[in-house]
């Protein structure tokens, strides 16, 4: 029986590669997407600095919306954090998205939305990524009277390769559920967070890059395909039908 991926090292990792995700539980919805645009792999403090300056210069976020994309980069850069084009881009895009969808910039309805409505409204944002809107939802969850953790296919599917759940009609959510906020250490928000970001950029479902994913090192599953020559299994897929 192959052996299950140490929760430690796997969160060391994750740590390692990628920047954790802040849970904002009482910033308003609207500023944690601006900050989220702002903040993809920038250090926090810089990232506050910009969110203040935007806030000084302009009266509102419509204000931001209407305003000029070189003022924006300006202040981005002069905060210091990189590719300000680029950012700066994304979050006027973001914001010209939620008013043409709303006719309003406000997100607190995201709070009170179905779950499946609200991710699929997040996903078609742009700059918002599915680890991000994964990250959301998790936060969201896990602030409420008894923690949780928002299970995705994309989530899950990394947690069968590192053999924390099983595979098929054993998988269970409720139970999936608790084993991941077990092993989280306190943190099933980053937990989630990182998973995702793994299987975006390396577990796929069909064609998953092992040689290349920043857990090979640890994952049961990828020793096992890298001895026998597997490149992928297709079964392997998770369905949290």
């Known amino acids: ?26 910033t308003p919805m609207l500023e944690r997407l601006i900050l989220l645009i702002l903040g993809r792999e920038a250090p926090h403090e810089k990232v506050d600095i910009v969110l203040q300056k935007l806030k000084d210069v302009f009266v509102d976020w419509n204000e931001l919306r209407l305003g000029r994309i070189e003022d924006m980069r300006a202040i981005i850069a002069e905060s210091g954090v990189s590719d300000p084009e680029s950012r700066a881009l994304r979050l006027r895009e973001m914001l010209s998205k939620l008013f043409t969808e709303r006719h309003m910039l406000d997100a607190e309805f995201l709070r009170e939305e179905d779950k499946e409505k609200r991710s699929t409204f997040l996903a078609g944002l742009p700059g918002i990524d599915y680890a991000m809107v994964q990250a959301i939802e998790c ?8 923690p949780d953790i928002a299970l995705s296919n994309h989530l899950t599917r990394v947690a069968q390769r590192l053999q924390w759940l099983p595979k098929g009609k054993e998988l269970l959510v409720s ?13 099933p928000v980053n937990l989630a967070y990182g998973l995702v970001r793994v299987a975006e950029e390396y577990c796929h479902s069909r ?10 090192s640890v994952c049961p599953t990828s020793k096992k395909w890298s001895k026998e020559g597997i490149k992928g299994d297709a079964e392997e897929s998770a369905s949290l039908q």
């Open 175 to 187: 139970k999936a559920k608790k084993t991941l906020l077990d092993i989280s250490e306190g943190d």
């Open 139 to 146: 936060s969201l969850q896990y602030y409420k009277t008894e």
């Open 207 to 216: 064609t998953p890059e092992c040689p290349n994913c920043i857990l090979s």
């Open 1 to 26: 029986m192959t052996s299950r991926a140490n929760p430690s090292d796997v969160l060391a990792l994750l740590a390692k590669h990628y920047q954790k995700y802040r849970c904002f539980k009482d």
